[in-house]
């Protein structure tokens, strides 16, 4: 009654906005599309020059696109809601509505269908644009922001689901909102790891320690959290943990969304020129109806909050790692000679990060005293021979490998049990074993050398972390393109181990002398990849072949890149399976 939710007033209001939402999203990809530059903001990001999928790869580079691309799918996700959720539905239906249409003046503000002659009057329309900041012209950046304000956007299900329950008591809440919530977490770690590797490519790392970077794992880990507890929520476990962690993962993206675009955050992300302050007056609105929300179910007992104490502890542990990221991004701004290095995220994170791989283990296990005596075994193994340096360094070790083993034996466990339901019982431990191999990874590439090279002659050799890199070429070619003239230098590199080529390839330098209003320089490294490691090769034009030859280059020899890579997979595909067993379908909320 008080919800209206059967009204044919709601239903012809939700199809309208999702009508209007989506012709206005396809709208504006048409206008790239097709190079029309009488839009300020088609002409601001685009250009002829650009192949077609990076023309669409615009809509979305800058705060007015991005925007639209969130409210457009939460517009998707709300009408899903409505039209296949039943009663209960259309109740959280109409909250994912709401959220959506509050981002609307937003988008509005600063349109992104502006007229070019509104910004520039009297001017002609221009035959071309002004073409991709040259950075974004890379195949992952097609993915990795989509992949980010997608996971936000199908995040407001969760928060829609959390708040009508501790407002209502809205049964069967947790069937809507972990639905959406593994699909968030497949679709955002999609983009987390899409960004990963550009990153890799583009700034010749794949962590940079940048507040978007911080911002989307922030996010990603108190979703994490919150699956957990969801996983728990059905034998009437954390009944009031569960939906505060629902609400508050959404709570964050909306501080992530104001992180990423104009939040006045130094960020490689920084690409765009728009201003998105409402953002952080909607975060602080959200947060402070969620915490009333909580305040008012107070007086419910944490009773059955959960039975094991390791699975609440690796709950806490997340959280505590999210929180340490906002911890990290927030106190800047609250004390303006604050700031926040890396090594402080590692200092606190590393010790709770090795608690949780602990904690994971152990949650893994079916007998938690084999398990214990196993943990406890390998470290002594791994202390005594020491294959990774330091004491800290092997005790960090044989906890991943003592970890790996327990995932892969309960893999092989789940995957030979036989009976139905063998993807949602082999789906976890495949998450679980992906995160080891990740984490396995990251700690590998720590050891990573690096040195500048310096060669003297074409075919001059040096050897590099038990590689030998050999100078072939250089060339010089002037490239002439609309985002201005670009001098690109190249560097071409034969590598060999044990005496024999394993790769050859080039890496370079370009300088765009008009990109905006200033140069921008980019370099392409030359990546030679194998299971162990990767060969990396930047070049920076550095050096010259008259009178004196001398050509500079960098080298770094990775250990680790593909566990990482492979780790990121098998946490994608674990989820996949879940998401396509179990999760948003018509059929499984009809």
């Known amino acids: 009654g008080a919800w209206a939710i059967e009204s044919p007033y709601i239903r012809a209001l939700l199809w309208s906005y999702a009508i209007s939402v ?58 899903h809601l409505h039209e296949r959720g039943g009663s209960d539905g259309k109740k959280i239906s109409v909250i994912v509505m709401s959220v959506g249409m509050l981002f609307v003046p937003l ?69 809507f909102s972990s639905g959406y919530s593994r699909l968030a977490w497949l679709v955002l770690g999609g983009g987390i790891a899409a960004g990963c590797v550009w990153s890799y490519e583009a700034w010749n790392w794949y962590w940079t320690w940048d507040p978007a970077f911080n911002s989307s794992v922030m996010v990603w880990l108190l979703l994490t959290a919150y699956l957990h507890a969801s996983s728990r929520y059905r034998i009437n476990e954390y009944p009031v943990v569960t939906p505060a962690l629902g609400a508050f993962s959404f709570v964050l993206a909306l501080y992530s969304m104001y992180v990423i675009h104009g939040g006045g955050f130094n960020s490689t992300h920084s690409f765009g020129e728009g201003s998105s302050r409402g953002l952080l007056d909607i975060s602080l609105l959200a947060g402070t109806l969620s915490l009333i929300s909580i ?25 505590a790692l999210a929180f340490l990221l906002l911890w990290g991004l927030a106190a800047p701004g609250f004390v303006s000679a604050l700031s926040i290095s890396p090594a402080l995220y590692i200092d606190w994170g590393l010790p709770v990060t090795i608690i949780l791989i602990s904690v994971m283990g152990l949650c893994l296990a079916r007998n938690r005293r084999i398990a214990a005596v196993l943990f406890a075994a390998v470290m002594v193994l791994f202390i005594i021979e020491a294959p990774a340096g330091g004491t800290y360094s092997n005790v960090i070790a044989g906890l991943l490998a003592a970890s790996a083993i327990v995932a892969a034996l309960g893999l092989v466990r789940d995957a030979t049990a036989g009976g139905r339901g063998i993807a949602g019982r082999i789906a976890p431990d495949i998450i679980h074993l992906g995160t080891v191999i990740l984490l396995a990874g990251v700690m590998m590439s720590t050891y990573a050398v690096s040195e ?90 550095i050096g010259t072949t008259e009178q004196v030859f001398i050509s500079v280059a960098n080298v770094k020899v990775i250990p680790g890149m593909s566990f990482i890579w492979i780790g990121s997979g098998l946490l994608l595909i674990g989820m996949l399976i879940l998401v396509l067993r179990n999760a948003v379908s018509f059929s499984s909320l009809s």
């Open 295 to 319: 305040a008012i179910l107070a007086r419910r007992t944490w009773a059955g909050a959960g039975r094991s104490r390791l699975f609440s502890l690796s709950i806490a542990l997340m959280s």
């Open 22 to 79: 989506t012709a206005a999203f396809l709208l504006l990809a048409y206008y790239f599309i097709t190079s029309d530059f009488s839009l300020y903001y088609v002409w601001r990001f685009s250009s002829t020059e650009l192949p077609w999928v990076y023309r669409l790869t615009a809509v979305w580079t800058d705060v007015p696109g991005a925007l639209l691309l969130f409210v457009w799918v939460a517009a998707l996700a709300a009408l």
């Open 452 to 541: 500048t090279v310096l060669f003297r002659s074409f075919g001059d050799t040096k050897e590099v972390g038990g590689y030998e890199i050999q100078l072939a070429d250089l060339a010089y070619p002037l490239q002439h393109g609309h985002t201005g003239a670009a001098f690109s230098k190249i560097g071409i590199y034969n590598i060999y181990k044990n005496g024999e080529r394993i790769g050859t390839g080039e890496a370079s330098f370009t300088a765009y002398s008009s990109v905006g209003a200033r140069e921008e320089y980019v370099t392409r490294p030359l990546i030679y990849r194998s299971l162990l490691y990767d060969v990396y090769i930047t070049y920076q034009g």
């Open 107 to 175: 988008v509005l503000q600063d349109s992104p269908f502006k007229n070019f002659n509104e910004v520039h009057p009297g001017e002609d329309i221009p035959g071309d644009g002004m073409g991709l900041p040259p950075l974004l012209v890379n195949i992952w950046a097609v993915f990795h922001p989509p992949g980010i304000f997608a996971g936000y956007a199908f995040l407001t299900v969760a928060f829609a689901s959390s708040l009508a329950h501790m407002l209502r008591g809205t049964p069967g809440w947790d069937r």
